[in-house]
């Protein structure tokens, strides 16, 4: 009788926190659902990539650091960032029509899915770590993640061409 | 076989079809400006009739200073990764000058001529390009503080018009050597220097190519400009003939007299009636053969120069 109570118990904690994880992960697809995020050139990177900083939203913190990376590559494709200090020039997104993303529904929603193709594209400049100054408190509720991130635009431009979403320079010669 | 020859036949009219229905592919170079090579003593002095000209010295200016050589070649480098490989200007001098000492030597196996070269020819033998990027830096000093004020600039050779640019200033260093920060500064431009260049290929592609049309008379035609047809000038016939011809009608009639018209802004389409690429001198090909038919016969020389100047001149060829 004993033992039957122990097996239940181990499988109600079990189901309890998958149905916790998965909700934690909606949670933080619901917080960058609408991509809110800000992106600021943090540097110049090696030939080929840029140096940023991905500032997200969320009321959760760890929420927020889960997604900057997924909103690093987004800002690069589809925002750019004005230029600023350490000799930052302005960047304009890689696609300059907004209704692209739209159009490739498809492509995208693949693209940044959980784990998806875009986590080939960033990788943390800072290993992870983040500035005391980048985890603001903004709200009662709500946190500002700031972490910098290294976005390889070249690849990541080549990767829309090749999918027929932008054209490249030498494109109809 | 039947099935074979089929085959073939589609594949060779496919690779036909794309190789006409690619547009002429301008050519770019990177060449130092003006003022560099004047701030960097890189200048050449004649004297012409009493007054001096200062050009710049190229040769000198890639035998001599390596920060060029390195910022040239990055750029070249990042445009060959787009898919746009510039020609090298170094390369350039260095072939015209061993092409120029082979035409010298060069003499027919059989009546030993030597090989004919007009002096229009020997004006033409520059290193040239469609495009040209002008290149520019200075260093900025201030104390121990070091910048790179960098510009880029595309100029059209044909219409003299800026279609694309990067300039800015990098951030003050007290530590790295000129040579790493215009290594920033270029791939902190670049950027955005290839994107202009992509919004005037869209614009070219949208709108056709922008080249200039000159139309010129020989002094010993008893004709000119103002000569009627049919009740209608020459030059009004000409224009009829742009309208007719040009992408959306587009052009300016910047000059016309009796004995010359010039012609800016024209937009002429990237492909003709059979879907063949053509350029300044296959557009102007039309109009000449145009004026040379019935009911104006009029004799003319085309002459050309790159993808975006194309000259007539009336009178005889």
Same mark, same amino acid.
């Given at each position: 009788?004993?033992?039957?109570? &122990?097996?239940?118990?181990?499988?109600?904690?079990?189901?309890?926190?998958?149905?916790?994880?998965?909700?934690?992960?909606?949670?933080?697809?619901?917080?960058?659902?609408?991509?809110?995020?800000?992106?600021?050139? @943090?540097?110049?990177?090696?030939?080929?990539?840029?140096?940023?900083?991905?500032?997200?939203?969320?009321?959760?913190?760890?929420?927020?650091?889960?997604?900057?990376?997924?909103?690093?590559?987004?800002?690069?494709?589809?925002?750019?960032?004005?230029?600023?200090?350490?000799?930052?020039?302005?960047?304009?997104?890689?696609?300059?029509?907004?209704?692209?993303? @739209?159009?490739?529904? @498809?492509?995208?929603?693949?693209?940044?899915?959980?784990?998806?193709?875009?986590?080939?594209?960033?990788?943390?400049?800072?290993?992870?770590?983040?500035?005391?100054?980048?985890?603001?408190?903004?709200?009662?509720?709500?946190?500002?993640?700031?972490? &910098?991130?290294?976005?390889?635009?070249?690849?990541?431009?080549?990767?829309?061409?090749? @999918?027929?979403?932008?054209?490249?320079?030498?494109?109809?010669? | 076989?039947?099935?074979?020859?089929?085959?073939?036949?589609?594949?060779?009219?496919?690779?036909?079809?794309? +190789?006409? %229905?690619?547009?002429?592919?301008?050519?770019?170079?990177?060449?130092? %400006?003006?003022?560099?090579?004047?701030?960097?003593?890189?200048?050449?002095?004649?004297?012409?009739?009493?007054?001096?000209?200062?050009?710049?010295?190229?040769?000198?200016?890639?035998?001599?200073?390596?920060?060029?050589?390195?910022?040239? *070649?990055?750029?070249?480098?990042?445009?060959?990764?787009?898919?746009?490989?510039?020609?090298?200007?170094?390369?350039?001098?260095?072939?015209?000058? *061993?092409?120029?000492?082979?035409? =010298?030597?060069?003499?027919?196996?059989?009546?030993?001529?030597?090989?004919?070269? +007009?002096?229009?020819?020997?004006?033409?033998?520059?290193?040239?390009?469609?495009?040209?990027?002008?290149?520019?830096?200075?260093?900025?000093?201030?104390?121990?503080?070091?910048?790179?004020?960098?510009?880029?600039?595309?100029?059209?050779?044909?219409?003299?018009?800026?279609?694309?640019?990067?300039?800015?200033?990098?951030?003050? *260093?007290?530590? =790295?050597?000129?040579?790493?920060?215009? +290594?920033?500064?270029?791939? %902190?431009?670049?950027?955005?220097?290839?994107?202009?260049?992509?919004?005037?290929?869209?614009?070219?592609?949208?709108?056709?190519?922008?080249?200039?049309?000159?139309?010129?008379?020989?002094?010993?035609?008893?004709?000119?400009?103002?000569?009627?047809?049919?009740?209608?000038?020459?030059?009004?016939?000409?224009?009829?003939?742009?309208?007719?011809?040009?992408?959306?009608?587009?052009? *300016?009639?910047?000059?016309?007299?009796?004995?010359?018209?010039?012609?800016?802004?024209?937009?002429?389409?990237?492909?003709?009636?059979?879907?063949? =690429?053509?350029?300044?001198?296959?557009?102007?090909?039309?109009?000449?053969?145009?004026?040379?038919? =019935?009911?104006? +016969?009029?004799?003319?020389?085309?002459?050309?120069?790159?993808?975006?100047?194309?000259?007539?001149?009336?009178?005889?060829?």
């Amino acid at each position: 009788m004993k033992l039957k109570h &122990v097996i239940l118990s181990v499988l109600f904690i079990g189901f309890c926190t998958s149905v916790n994880a998965q909700w934690k992960k909606n949670k933080a697809n619901e917080d960058t659902k609408i991509w809110r995020y800000d992106l600021e050139c @943090e540097g110049i990177a090696k030939q080929g990539s840029k140096l940023v900083k991905v500032w997200s939203y969320s009321k959760n913190p760890k929420h927020a650091i889960s997604r900057g990376m997924k909103n690093a590559v987004h800002g690069i494709i589809f925002k750019g960032y004005a230029g600023g200090g350490q000799g930052c020039t302005p960047f304009a997104a890689l696609v300059s029509d907004p209704a692209m993303e @739209e159009k490739h529904k @498809e492509f995208f929603d693949s693209f940044f899915a959980d784990g998806g193709a875009y986590l080939r594209y960033v990788s943390s400049a800072t290993d992870g770590s983040i500035a005391p100054g980048d985890r603001l408190k903004i709200s009662k509720r709500e946190y500002k993640i700031g972490i &910098v991130v290294n976005v390889l635009t070249d690849q990541l431009r080549k990767l829309l061409e090749s @999918e027929g979403i932008i054209k490249s320079l030498n494109s109809g010669f | 076989m039947k099935i074979h020859n089929l085959v073939t036949l589609i594949i060779c009219s496919l690779i036909c079809f794309s +190789s006409f %229905s690619q547009a002429k592919k301008p050519t770019l170079m990177v060449v130092p %400006s003006d003022v560099w090579c004047n701030q960097n003593g890189y200048m050449m002095e004649f004297d012409n009739q009493g007054s001096t000209i200062r050009i710049p010295d190229y040769k000198r200016a890639f035998q001599e200073n390596a920060e060029v050589l390195q910022v040239i *070649s990055q750029i070249n480098g990042m445009m060959a990764e787009r898919g746009f490989p510039l020609k090298n200007m170094e390369s350039a001098i260095k072939t015209m000058e *061993s092409n120029a000492v082979e035409d =010298a030597l060069r003499s027919s196996k059989d009546s030993g001529a030597a090989v004919d070269e +007009s002096p229009i020819d020997a004006i033409k033998k520059a290193a040239k390009a469609d495009i040209i990027i002008q290149l520019t830096w200075t260093v900025n000093k201030t104390g121990p503080k070091k910048s790179i004020n960098f510009n880029l600039q595309g100029l059209d050779a044909y219409t003299d018009k800026q279609v694309a640019t990067a300039t800015g200033t990098g951030a003050p *260093s007290f530590s =790295a050597e000129t040579p790493v920060l215009l +290594s920033e500064a270029v791939i %902190s431009h670049m950027d955005n220097f290839t994107l202009s260049l992509q919004n005037h290929f869209d614009d070219m592609f949208e709108n056709g190519r922008e080249i200039i049309v000159r139309i010129q008379k020989w002094d010993d035609w008893d004709g000119d400009l103002e000569t009627e047809y049919d009740g209608e000038e020459l030059t009004y016939i000409i224009e009829d003939w742009m309208a007719d011809n040009t992408v959306k009608g587009r052009f *300016s009639t910047t000059d016309a007299t009796e004995s010359m018209m010039l012609f800016e802004q024209v937009r002429i389409p990237l492909y003709n009636d059979k879907g063949r =690429a053509i350029d300044a001198r296959r557009f102007v090909r039309e109009l000449s053969k145009y004026l040379n038919d =019935a009911p104006f +016969s009029i004799p003319n020389k085309l002459v050309m120069k790159g993808l975006g100047r194309a000259t007539i001149i009336l009178g005889s060829k």
